[in-house]
C-alpha cells in the first residue's frame, strides 16, 4: 500500500496567520491522465470529514478560497492563506491512486493560538 | 437535497453479528459509488471498501477484505456494512461517504457516521 506521511502532525496557528501542512506519498499520485490523485479532507471536532481538495488542487464546492492544494508526485502542500477560527479541526491527505487500497496521512491538528 | 443518513449508534457483544446502513436521498443511487471508512476512538481515518449500487460490484481494501461486507439495496436506496462475528476491535466510528461525480474519488457526501461500541 501506498504511505502517505503527514507533517507536521500539530499546528499552532496565530488567527489571520498563513499555515501549511506537508504530505509526503511513498511513491508518485501522478496518473498517466496527467492529474494527482490526492485529497485533502478536514474534521473538524465532533463532525464527519469534509473534502477540501481533490485531483491535488481542485477545490470542493463551497470550500473557501483561502484553502488552496499544491504539489505533483509524490510531495504536496495544503496552504490556508489567513486562518480563521473555524478551521480548527484535524487535516488529513488521502490517496486515492490505487483502488481498493486508499490510504490516508495521519492527520495534522490544527489549533488556534 | 443528496444525503445520506446513516443509522443509529449501536453497542454489541463479542462473538454478536451486525449490519448497518447508510440511507440515499436525493440523488440517483444507482449512478454513485459509496464508500465506508473507518475511525477508531482518538485515531485517525481509515478506507475500507466501496460499493457500485448499480451492479453491486464491490471493492475492498486489503486490511478489511474477509472481515466485513459491504452490501447495497437499490430498491430501498440503502448501503450496508456488516459484520458476521463482531470483535472488541471493531469499535469505531464508521463513515460512509459518496463522490462528487460518477467516479470513485473525491468523497463531498459524507454520513453522519455510526458509533459501533462491541464490549462484553
Known amino acids: 500500500d501506498i504511505v502517505m506521511t503527514q507533517s507536521p502532525l500539530s499546528l499552532p496557528v496565530t488567527p489571520g496567520e498563513p499555515a501549511s501542512i506537508s504530505c509526503r506519498s511513498g511513491q508518485s499520485l501522478l496518473h498517466s491522465d496527467g492529474y494527482n490523485y490526492l485529497e485533502w479532507y478536514l474534521q473538524k471536532p465532533g463532525q464527519s470529514p469534509q473534502l477540501l481538495i481533490y485531483l491535488g488542487s481542485n477545490r470542493a464546492s463551497g470550500v473557501p478560497d483561502r484553502f488552496s492544494g499544491s504539489g505533483s508526485g509524490t510531495d504536496f502542500t495544503l496552504k490556508i492563506s489567513r486562518v480563521e477560527a473555524e478551521d480548527v479541526g484535524v487535516y488529513y491527505c488521502?490517496?486515492?491512486?490505487?483502488?481498493?487500497?486508499?490510504?490516508f496521512g495521519q492527520g495534522t491538528k490544527l489549533e488556534i493560538k | 437535497e443528496v444525503q445520506l443518513v446513516q443509522s443509529g449508534a449501536e453497542v454489541k457483544t463479542p462473538g454478536e453479528s451486525l449490519k448497518i446502513s447508510c440511507k440515499a436521498s436525493g440523488y440517483s443511487f444507482t449512478t454513485y459509488w459509496i464508500a465506508w471508512v473507518r475511525q477508531m476512538p482518538g485515531k485517525g481515518l481509515e478506507w475500507m471498501g466501496i460499493?457500485?449500487?448499480?451492479?453491486?460490484?464491490?471493492r475492498y481494501s486489503p486490511s478489511f477484505q474477509g472481515q466485513v461486507t459491504i452490501s447495497a439495496d437499490k430498491s430501498i436506496t440503502t448501503a450496508y456494512l456488516q459484520w458476521s462475528s463482531l470483535k472488541a476491535s471493531d469499535t469505531a466510528m464508521y463513515y460512509c461517504?459518496?463522490?462528487?461525480?460518477?467516479?470513485?474519488?473525491?468523497?463531498?457526501?459524507w454520513g453522519q457516521g455510526t458509533m459501533v461500541t462491541v464490549s462484553s
Open positions: 461517504a459518496r463522490p462528487h461525480s460518477s467516479g470513485w474519488f473525491a468523497f463531498h457526501i
Open positions: 460499493i457500485y449500487p448499480g451492479d453491486s460490484d464491490t
Open positions: 488521502m490517496q486515492v491512486l490505487q483502488i481498493p487500497r486508499y490510504t
